[in-house]
């Protein structure tokens, strides 16, 4: 419903592959942390609505809080619709094109210099009437492939130079599905995929063929439970996942 919080990432410890966690983000019953973000203290962040609008807000804005701080009303600081949720968190400088994905599978690509310091706050960037409202942002470095990604588990993986200015169907999707994210990845990249009973995989994408054009229908990238969200991943890496109660784990 709006609330957001910066908190310095040393305070959340490393822990095991399924270890306890800790609880942050503490909300009013019934508002579910939607994004988890990363970002350096003197970045700006690019946000994505549902509603395909795009804001900019200097990490600075945000005062630096404790786990399990409140946070501040988001809808103080943007001029947010009613009802009008943030879809994408992205620090500002991430690549060369910004990916947008809808519900009903539309990809767009739009160039960075659109979402720089001269952006309009709530300039739009997707029509609702091109696959429903946007699900999912990405950052791609240009000459990318885009893994697609959905509900039931699903996924398509294509040039992102495929995709036109005024984007196209990137996955076809069954009328029960609906998408749920994107990552931009390379030949050696892996992809971390989360269900919504907390099991997750690392499909590798030199295990993953890519499909020759965008709109195909996907294949099976994960079988248990529904598909919450992806994250490309490489060796090294740490992940961070938050719970629908705002339980937050760390790990590698």
């Known amino acids: 419903n709006g609330l957001i919080k910066r908190t310095p990432r040393h305070l959340y410890g490393r ?3 399924g270890g306890m966690g800790v609880f942050d983000l503490d909300v009013p019953e019934g508002d579910e942390p939607a994004k988890l973000g990363h970002a350096a203290a003197a970045d700006t962040l690019i946000l994505l609505t549902d509603d395909g609008r795009a804001f900019r ?9 404790p786990v399990r701080a409140r946070g501040q009303d988001l809808r103080e600081m943007l001029p947010l619709r009613p009802n009008e949720r943030i879809v994408g968190l992205l620090p500002e400088g991430g ?13 767009r690509r739009v160039l960075a210099s659109y979402l720089g ?11 609702l009437k091109e696959g429903g409202p946007l699900v999912a942002a990405c950052w791609s ?14 996924a398509i993986r294509f040039m992102e130079r495929q995709v036109p200015a005024r984007g196209c169907l990137g996955v076809r999707l069954d009328p029960t599905d609906a998408a749920v994210a994107v990552a931009a990845v390379g030949p050696t990249d ?17 295990g993953f063929a ?5 709109a195909a229908g996907g294949k099976v ?23 629908r109660m705002g339980k937050l784990i760390r790990f590698a």
């Open 57 to 65: 807000l200097p990490v600075s804005a945000l005062a630096e809080s």
């Open 117 to 127: 310091k001269n952006l309009i706050p709530g300039t739009t960037f997707h029509d």
């Open 15 to 17: 822990q095991r592959r």
């Open 141 to 154: 470095a240009g000459d990318n492939d885009l893994f697609l990604a959905s509900r039931e588990g699903k």
């Open 221 to 243: 990238a994960m079988k248990t439970g529904r598909l919450v969200g992806v994250a490309r991943v490489s060796s090294g890496d740490e992940l961070f996942l938050i719970s």
């Open 190 to 206: 892996g992809v971390f995929l989360l269900g919504d009973d907390g099991q997750g995989t690392i499909r590798l994408m030199n």
């Open 95 to 107: 690549g060369q094109f910004v990916i947008l994905v809808s519900q009903r599978g539309w990809v």
């Open 210 to 214: 890519a499909n020759k054009a965008p």
